[in-house]
């Protein structure tokens, strides 16, 4: 299991790297995709294959959809590069931040659950069935207002 | 071959996620393109995801619940984030966000 | 009944408002009907109460108003005797009163204010005479000094009303201050402010007699300005600038009965404090000052005034000498024939339009019923048999001539005698002689203004004809003294000075314009004319003390130490803004950056406190 880890570990830092630090933004957006698709992979391997597929559908499917249709409205440009070693402290720092405190708090693996599709809908309708009403209202709320942003600047143009 | 985890320790992903959220940070950071912004801070939500998922493994369904809202909010997030790139870019370019500087004194 | 006697205070307090918002969207003269019903009621409660009182009941109720802490501030009544008396006989005058304001009030553009007022004005009276501790009692007192403001300001638009409510209401919020000190002094003493507690525990000598008697004086302090004592008094000559009823209400009914009554209430508390003596040479003091001032004095009103204040002094006299039953007594008898000579006086002022007695004359054939009225008034307030003032005041000579001072004696036989001179005075000067120009426009009053004087007639004499009775509520153990010698002395006395008053204001042998050139009589007619010059120090020392040494150095205080730290406030802010603006470059990125390393930093500052 350490190999089979290492490897999608391997995958998934290359890709993140990859996608912040490739100038061709069609290859930023190959190297996101991939990367959605092994956390999904990450997913299905914990045993949660309906999160698996959402991070499938919503991320690798929407979101990179998306983006390439940004990409493709705006143009596909070369942008240039902004060494920044302030930035680069702040995440490393954070890195070792996290690492520190992952053993600090002497975290200890018990065996994993085996949480079914059930569990997640019985536990999802008794805790958070009421979450589910402001997360709509602001969903509405959020896609309205991009809708009227891009409405009103194409009012502008014509 | 088995790919299914079971009894791995914590601290793996823990560090997939502090990984992830230390590239997304320094590409938040570091980057001038709206567009690498978008993706550094997917990075960084993609990161936390992946934490709450092991933790559910540990204490239970909520992480996992927890982790359902969190894509669906990132994935509008995206959305409106694109939306003010497409605006904005034809005025300023690609690389607005350091010429919106006008919360100056 | 205890709710009934809640209700009849509350009533009128809360109802004021209503009164004045009802009678302002439908008719404004709908007030009068109000105010008349809600003080009807009151009255008619109070009188059942001392009818129950005197057949031996007592009303007593008490709750914790509220509480914090262990310091319970309790709130109730306690009606006895002595309450029972100035209760009734408040709600009864304010009810008269407030039926004859109909005609006085006539042409007055605003009356719904006005009812508001004097129903506010009675409530707060009724609440302070049944109230039984001294808190509630204090809080009337206070509502009732609020309510003398607005009625005696009531002609707002005129400078000299306006100025008079401010005078009154400073003078008797000055005596306040003294109030409070000696309640707060008396409840750290003591621990309660019940009035039956602190009474028996001075019938006990459990208070250490220092305090009493610095809390004591401080209290008769307030007594002192509410009820028009020396050296506290002006206010109560300026309160004539209100309309009569108002006049007839404070010195009647309501107002400076409150300070007379406060140490009737605490007399045994008195008694203990040993201070009585104080209190008598201070009635005595104000009694001389006012009947002097009421000789020479030529408007209706101010005559009535000076002679309330001489009145309210030979109370404070009965009082100091000991005797709880004169004082009272005499206060109710006083408020009686007052009420009826202000009601009389209104009925002059109102149908002649004039307030200098000596610009009237005649009326006695053109108002024959108020003349009447009028004269019995007249013949209450100089002690004539049978009307009532006649045996309280005769008691209080007594009492006076039985103190065993000659000084405080020969000031309260100088007012006794001389009330029959200015009484006389005034009323020969209003009606004989030949009608002058004002009085020839003058007609008999309504029906509505002559009932109330009428009844209020028929009660001086009842009063005087039961006077055992009365005096049995007050006190059981008190009875007028019959003393022989000292009555011939007074009456004979007073047969001089109303020989005096006949030649000069009847017969008009001489003008008394002319005695006016005599240089000596001339500086003796301006002394009695401004009381002694005591307003006229008090003016000095609150313009040289107050105005010219105190509120230079606040000005001064605030100028250089207030702006100052105001203005480094200011000045700190803006350095601080020069220094501090230069990290807002407003570069989102920046933001960021800090925003994360602060997020790190918390983190280990976690790690290090835990």
């Known amino acids: 299991m350490l190999l089979y880890f290492s490897i999608l570990y391997l995958i998934i830092i290359a890709t993140a790297i990859a996608a912040i630090e490739l100038t061709n ?25 309906l999160l698996g597929a959402f991070q499938l559908a919503i991320y690798a499917g929407g979101v990179a959809i998306l983006v390439l249709f940004a990409i493709l409205t705006i143009g596909e440009r070369e942008e240039e590069k902004r060494e920044s070693k302030l930035a680069a402290g702040v995440a490393i720092a954070l890195f070792i931040t996290g690492v520190i405190a992952s053993i600090w708090t002497g975290l200890t693996t018990k065996p994993y659950l085996q949480i079914s599709l059930e569990e997640i ?20 709320g959020i896609v309205f207002g991009a809708y009227y942003i891009l409405s009103k600047k194409l009012n502008r143009e014509e | 071959m088995n790919f299914q985890f079971s009894h791995e320790p914590m601290f793996w992903f823990l560090l997939v996620t502090f990984s992830l959220v230390a590239i997304g940070i320094y590409g938040l950071l570091a980057r001038k393109s709206i567009l690498k912004m978008i993706i550094s801070v997917e990075i960084v939500v993609n990161g936390a995801n992946v934490g709450l998922a092991a ?51 | 009944m205890e709710k ?30 109000m105010s008349l019903a809600i003080t009807g009621f009151s009255a008619l409660v109070a009188l059942t109460t001392l009818w129950n009182v005197v057949n031996g009941h007592i009303y007593e109720n008490s709750f914790t108003w509220f509480q914090f802490g262990d310091v319970k501030v309790p709130f109730g009544i306690y009606v006895d005797g002595i309450s029972a008396l100035i209760y009734a006989m408040a709600a009864f005058l304010g009810f008269l009163i407030v039926m004859y304001s109909r005609g006085y009030m006539e042409h007055d553009e605003s009356p719904h204010r006005f009812f508001m007022k004097v129903t506010f004005f009675i409530g707060s ?20 000094g609020l309510a003398s403001y607005l009625l005696i300001a009531y ?24 109030f409070l000190a000696g309640l707060v002094l008396l409840w750290l003493v003591t621990g309660t402010l019940n009035i039956q507690e602190i009474n028996h525990m001075a019938e006990l000598a459990a208070i250490p007699l220092f305090a009493a008697a610095a809390s004591a004086l401080l209290m008769f302090g307030g007594a002192v300005g509410k009820s028009a004592q020396f050296p506290l008094f002006p206010w109560l000559l300026d309160a004539m600038e209100g309309p009569t009823p108002v006049s007839a209400l404070i010195h009647a009914a309501t107002m400076v009965n409150a300070g007379v009554f406060l140490v009737g209430r605490l007399f045994p508390f008195y008694e203990y404090s040993g201070i ?11 009694a001389f000052i006012a009947v002097l001032g009421a000789t020479v004095h030529r408007e209706i009103k101010k005559i009535i005034a000076f002679s309330t204040m001489e009145n309210l002094g030979l109370m404070f006299v009965g009082l100091g000498a000991g005797s709880l039953a004169a004082g009272l007594f005499h206060l109710v008898s006083h408020a009686t024939f007052k009420a009826l000579l202000f009601l009389a006086a209104g009925n002059v002022i109102h149908f002649t339009h004039e307030k200098d007695a000596f610009k009237l004359g005649g009326l006695l054939k053109i108002m024959p019923v108020t003349a009447a009225l009028f004269l019995i008034g007249i013949l209450s307030l100089s002690g004539i048999p049978p009307f009532s003032g006649f045996y309280s005041k005769e008691w209080i000579v007594h009492e006076a001539k039985m103190a065993g001072d000659p000084i405080v004696f020969a000031f309260v036989l100088t007012a006794a005698v001389l009330t029959i001179f200015y009484g006389f005075r005034l009323w020969f000067r209003i009606f004989t002689g030949e009608p002058t120009e004002a009085a020839k426009h003058a007609r008999e009053a309504y029906p509505i203004m002559l009932i109330p004087i009428g009844i209020l007639a028929v009660l001086t004499f009842l009063i005087g004809l039961f006077h055992k009775q009365i005096v049995e509520i007050i006190d059981k153990h008190a009875h007028i003294p019959h003393d022989w010698a000292l009555t011939i002395l007074v009456f004979s006395l ?29 500086i003796l007619n301006k002394t009695f004319y401004n009381a002694f010059f005591v307003d006229h120090i008090l003016r000095w020392l609150s313009k040289n003390f107050v105005v010219e040494f105190l509120a230079f150095i606040f000005h001064w205080i605030d100028r250089n130490v207030y702006d100052y730290i105001v203005n480094g406030v200011a000045k700190t802010a803006l350095w601080a803004w020069e220094k501090a603006r230069v990290i807002q470059t407003g570069n989102l990125i920046h933001y960021l950056t800090i925003f994360v390393s602060g997020a790190i930093i918390l983190y280990y500052l976690y790690l290090v406190i835990l």
């Open chain 3, 155 to 178: 002609w707002y638009y005129k400078d000299s009303a306006a100025d008079a409510g401010l005078k009154a209401f400073l003078m008797t919020k000055f005596a306040d201050g003294f």
């Open chain 3, 276 to 286: 009585l003596y104080v209190i008598m040479a201070i009635g005595a003091v104000s």
């Open chain 2, 55 to 105: 933790f559910a493994t540990q204490h239970g369904a909520d992480g996992v619940i927890i982790a359902f809202f969190a894509i669906a909010l990132a994935a509008l997030e995206v959305a409106v984030g694109l939306t003010l790139l497409i605006v904005l870019a034809r005025k300023y370019g690609i690389t607005f966000p350091e010429k919106l500087n006008n919360l100056k004194w």
């Open chain 1, 25 to 49: 933004l069609i290859w930023v957006l190959v190297a996101f995709a991939v990367l959605l698709t092994e956390i999904a992979l990450f997913y299905f391997s914990l045993g949660f294959p």
């Open chain 3, 125 to 144: 009276m009724l609440g302070l005479t049944v109230s039984d501790n001294i808190l509630a009692l204090f809080i009337f007192w206070e509502f009732m």
């Open chain 3, 494 to 522: 007073m047969a001089v000075a109303f020989f005096m008053a006949w030649l000069l204001y009847y017969n008009r042998v001489i003008d008394t314009q002319q005695l006016l050139r005599d240089p000596i009589l001339a």
């Open chain 3, 4 to 33: 009934l006697i809640y209700l009849s205070v509350f009533l009128p307090i809360f109802g004021a408002p209503l009164i004045w918002f009802i009678s302002h969207y439908t008719n404004k003269w709908l007030s009068w009907y």
């Open chain 1, 121 to 140: 809908g019985r536990v999802f309708v008794d805790k958070y069935a009421i979450l589910i009403i402001p997360l709509a209202f602001t969903a509405a």
